[in-house]
């Protein structure tokens, strides 16, 4: 069968990856895909957000499944898009999309359902948002409701960083309309736990676990980010929590979106924070997480052909996850600067390290060809990530094989995983 995948980062090029491994896959396209994707894909130049041309394109090549990778165009509408041309798609319909277009959707969604979350209220205007940062407790959170490449998040440890981060998000526009409203919530303390899941409407599969690291330096320290690595499974997620969260939020957040009329087919993925008062949803998101997908699908043992089929079919009920019983650690190699300024086109040695290096593998994020030479050309440049047995030899092979490569302006955090320590 022929693929197309659409997006262009380390998520599309372990979505590559898993895709052909799996016996029933001749051909895969990516759309536009990158540097690394290229080695196994062939790369088109259809740009994410450009619909009616990927629908077009699919059509005319008889692709036989469509796998979207990226919030926006979900949340644009291109699963509609694919299936009024009959065409079959992985990934929630528009009317689904929005649990992670509208961050005020999925509170109200959980409020009304009694899905455990953070404490909220919704803003339209910055002065109404400011009368009620008033009277808060500190430090809050800051969203904005729209999508904001997982950065429209602020963390104010007091009322002055709060108003100014209102002026940030909704007058500012920092995030564009994304700001337009937002959310202000509780700030929780935990653990905090990425869970995907895959999703047919009506039955929910969680995958194995995961744990992010947003902030840009060592000790969760500067700006948010879009993740600067992570590892998996997380040492947290316990069978007491996994039953917890099984019984209410996985099963119920499917059976809310479907009591809503708008039932999910494709990836949800589920953030969570273990608080010392039980597990809370901190969001919601529509699609593979980045760089989650690249230490859960290189553990992933059932043909995600198999799996995505039957989340279009209505059938997951009747197929069986299975994850490798070992870690994966993933550390992303940025561009120093990201995630405000920072310098492309900086040429990239030593990919060649990872070939035929069982356990190794180096996912392409923001990378170019420049003649024969592959070069940086994004914020988050490559996503280094390695098994082990368990996390700990997971993280040490992990930052081995980070010395392997190299490029002017090579910035990582070297701290990744290092709450393993602590479990």
């Known amino acids: 069968m022929k693929v197309l995948i659409v997006g262009s980062g380390g998520r599309e090029h372990a979505i590559a990856q898993s895709v052909a491994k799996s016996p029933k896959v001749d051909k895969i396209y990516c759309a536009p895909g990158n540097a690394g994707i290229a080695s196994i894909a062939e790369c088109v130049d259809i740009k994410a957000m ?3 041309k990927l629908a077009d394109f699919a059509d005319k090549e008889k692709i036989d499944l469509t796998i979207i990778g990226m919030d926006d165009p979900l949340v644009a509408g291109v699963v509609d898009v694919f299936e009024a041309k009959g065409l079959r798609v992985f990934g929630p319909a528009k009317n689904a999309a929005i649990i992670e277009g509208s961050k005020a959707f999925s509170k109200d969604l959980m409020k009304k359902y009694n899905i455990p979350t953070a404490a909220y209220e919704v803003f339209d205007s910055p002065e109404a948002a400011r009368e009620y940062l008033k009277d808060c407790n500190y430090p809050i959170v800051l969203k904005a409701d729209g999508l904001a490449l997982g950065k429209g998040v602020l963390i104010c440890e007091d009322k002055a960083a709060a108003m100014d981060g209102v002026k940030t998000l ?3 526009k920092q995030f564009g309309d994304a700001g337009n409203t937002i959310v202000i919530e509780e700030f929780l303390t935990g653990r905090e736990v990425s869970v995907l899941c895959y999703c047919d409407g009506n039955t929910i599969k969680p995958m194995t676990s995961a744990q992010d690291h947003k902030r840009a330096k060592d000790n969760d320290e500067g700006l948010n980010t879009g993740g600067m690595g992570t590892f998996s499974p997380s040492p947290f997620y316990t069978k007491e929590v996994q039953e917890f969260c099984e019984t209410k939020v996985f099963q119920p957040t499917i059976d809310a979106m479907k009591n809503e009329g708008r039932p999910f087919k494709g990836i949800l993925f589920v953030g969570l924070i273990l608080t010392p008062a039980g597990p809370r949803v ?4 529509a ?3 980045d760089p989650e997908a690249q230490v859960v699908l290189p553990r992933m043992k059932t043909d995600i052909i198999d799996v995505m089929e039957a989340c279009i079919d209505g059938k997951l009920d009747e197929t ?4 490798e019983d070992n870690a994966a650690v993933c550390v992303i190699l940025a561009s120093d600067g990201y995630p405000e300024s920072y310098e492309k086109g900086k040429v ?3 990919l060649d390290a990872f070939d035929g290096k069982e356990g190794f593998y180096v996912y392409h994020s923001g990378t170019k060809f420049d003649g024969d030479n592959i070069v940086t050309n994004g914020g988050r440049v490559l996503g280094v990530t390695a098994k082990g047995a368990d996390l700990k030899e997971a993280r040490a092979n992990a930052y081995k094989a980070t010395e392997w ?3 002017d302006n ?3 955090r070297h701290d990744i995983g290092k709450a393993i320590d602590e479990a």
Do not use: A, P, Q, V
């Open 50 to 52: 450009e619909l009616k």
């Open 170 to 172: 909704m007058e500012d």
């Open 282 to 285: 901190l969001e919601y998101n």
């Open 287 to 289: 699609r593979f997480g």
């Open 320 to 323: 069986e996850l299975e994850f």
């Open 348 to 350: 990239i040695t030593g």
């Open 405 to 407: 490569i190299s490029f």
């Open 410 to 412: 090579k910035y990582m």
